[in-house]
């Protein structure tokens, strides 16, 4: 987990509210991912990023939103239109442009609607 | 389409003995695989990857993975399992169906390794 932090770890969501989950990196990371585990699921990405002031959706982006102002940070949000959102979300990092390179994942935020 | 199968929800193994965890993948052209081991709540620790050379990989904590072409696998062995072992194992394919520009990962289920004392 080091290098990239995650917070809060736990976070608790009334219905109709939008949240945002926080993601930093201290590797020089060009590449920044978030995403969504839920049980007997594996992993699935909600967005991407590889360089900074860009992102794609990734395979489950509907109800969430991102930004990318700094090449440290990608946060997400969960907005109210994600139907579902109670899970547990990582944040991934790695160097861009390689297809050998590694993800690095942060501890995680267990995100839970009340 | 890309994608990759942990065919075993749960393994058991006694301290000790030799573990094996399975992953079987389907790409085109070829495979960049990964093992990562997650504990109760946490992140996503990496283990090793494949990536090209020689089949047998060399990881953390005593783990390797074998990689065998003609079975399209990458199964992750280590030959004396321990109880700090028990935890959820990941497979992991490179997605190159965007001929790679995105450096994605589709990742397997996940195997929940269960060592007993």
């Known amino acids: 987990d080091g290098g990239i932090t995650q917070s809060p770890k736990y976070l608790f969501r009334k219905e109709g509210q939008n949240v945002t989950l926080s993601c930093e990196q201290n590797?020089?990371?060009?590449?920044m991912y978030w995403y969504r585990q839920d049980p007997g699921q594996g992993l699935r990405l909600i967005y991407y990023?590889?360089?900074?002031?860009?992102?794609q959706k990734g395979d489950i982006a509907e109800g969430y939103s991102v930004s990318r102002e700094k090449k440290e940070s990608f946060p997400l949000t969960v907005t109210s239109a994600q139907k579902n959102p109670t899970a547990f979300y990582l944040c991934?990092?790695?160097?861009?442009?390689?297809?050998?390179?590694?993800?690095?994942f942060g501890p995680g935020t267990r995100l839970t609607v009340l | 389409a890309q994608s990759v199968a942990q065919p075993e929800d749960q393994v058991n193994v006694a301290e000790g003995n030799p573990l094996t965890v399975k992953c079987t993948y389907s790409?085109?052209?070829?495979?960049?695989l990964f093992w990562y081991v997650q504990y109760p709540n946490r992140g996503l620790q990496f283990l090793l990857k494949?990536?090209?050379?020689?089949?047998l990989v060399k990881g953390s904590y005593g783990f390797e993975a074998e990689f065998n072409k003609s079975q399209t696998s990458f199964h992750l062995k280590k030959p004396s399992a321990l109880v700090s072992d028990s935890a959820l194992y990941f497979c992991a394919v490179r997605d190159l169906s965007d001929g790679g520009a995105t450096n994605k990962l589709i990742f397997g289920t996940g195997t929940l390794l269960a060592v007993q004392p």
């Open positions: 790409v085109s052209g070829n495979p960049y």
């Open positions: 590797l020089n990371h060009d590449a």
């Open positions: 991934a990092s790695s160097t861009a442009g390689s297809r050998t390179d590694t993800q690095y």
């Open positions: 990023s590889q360089i900074v002031n860009d992102f």
């Open positions: 494949y990536i090209t050379g020689d089949n």
